[in-house]
T-cell receptor, first 107, second 115 residues
Framework: DAKTTQPPSMDCAEGRAANLPCNHS???????VYWYRQIHSQGPQYIIH???NNETNEMASLIITEDRKSSTLILPHATLRDTAVYYC????????FGAGTRLTVKP | NAGVTQTPKFRILKIGQSMTLQCAQD?????MYWYRQDPGMGLKLIYY???????DKGEVPNGYNVSRSTTEDFPLRLELAAPSQTSVYFC??????????????FGPGTRLLVL
């Protein structure tokens, strides 16, 4: 996997947007960026993925910079249930999870 | 669809015992993975498979073996259990497409305690 760098932790107020950054400066032209999250001790859950264009689904938006060296996951209206560890991954043949960002949504 | 199923949910092993963690998926996914997650830590890839008959090592393969004789099943074998293998084990599957890998689906996990 291409190496990714994420802040270890972030806080967000309930109802506000949570913006989670990820650096992936070694990404190559045909590699996708994936975001997953893990709530407590459950198995990770897919959120969104993208190649070069911004993507949006019912859970989140993904903004990828023009040079593709970084991306931001946006949870537009964070709720307490969004408290989780968020992983940014650029898989090659396998799928390796780094340490992720622990997001805490506070009332 | 049952998705990804794992058995057992929880197991206690004595040091030196062996066991097989079962994983099955009914989505006809070609990729399957085994991860372990130690308390408070991230997931570490143990082994993965890109299709029946093909397996490859991940980050932490020592002490484990896998096989993939069918598309559906991907068992993980522990031959000589050690306390360091106490962890939660997650199995996952995914479908590789030409345009990019589809999402992974994770099983509920197997909690293993080695005493």
């Amino acid at each position: 996997d291409a190496k990714t760098t994420q802040p270890p932790s972030m806080d967000c107020a309930e109802g506000r947007a949570a913006n989670l950054p990820c650096n992936h400066s070694t990404i190559s032209g045909n590699e996708y960026v994936y975001w997953y999250r893990q709530i407590h001790s459950q198995g990770p859950q897919y959120i969104i993925h993208g190649l070069k264009n911004n993507e949006t689904n019912e859970m989140a938006s993904l903004i990828i910079t023009e040079d593709r060296k970084s991306s931001t996951l946006i949870l537009p209206h964070a709720t307490l249930r969004d408290t989780a560890v968020y992983y940014c991954i650029v898989p090659r043949n396998d799928m390796r999870f780094g340490a992720g960002t622990r997001l805490t949504v506070k009332p | 669809n049952a998705g990804v199923t794992q058995t057992p949910k929880f197991r206690i092993l004595k040091i030196g015992q062996s066991m097989t963690l079962q994983c099955a998926q009914d989505m006809n996914h070609n990729y399957m993975y085994w991860y372990r997650q130690d308390p408070g830590m991230g997931l570490k890839l143990i082994y993965y498979s890109v299709g029946a008959g093909i397996t490859d090592k991940g980050e932490v393969p020592n002490g484990y073996n896998v096989s993939r004789s069918t598309t559906e099943d991907f068992p993980l074998r522990l031959e000589l259990a050690a306390p360091s293998q106490t962890s939660v084990y997650f199995c996952a599957s995914g479908l590789w497409l030409m345009r990019g890998r589809e999402t992974q689906y994770f099983g509920p996990g197997t909690r293993l305690l080695v005493l």
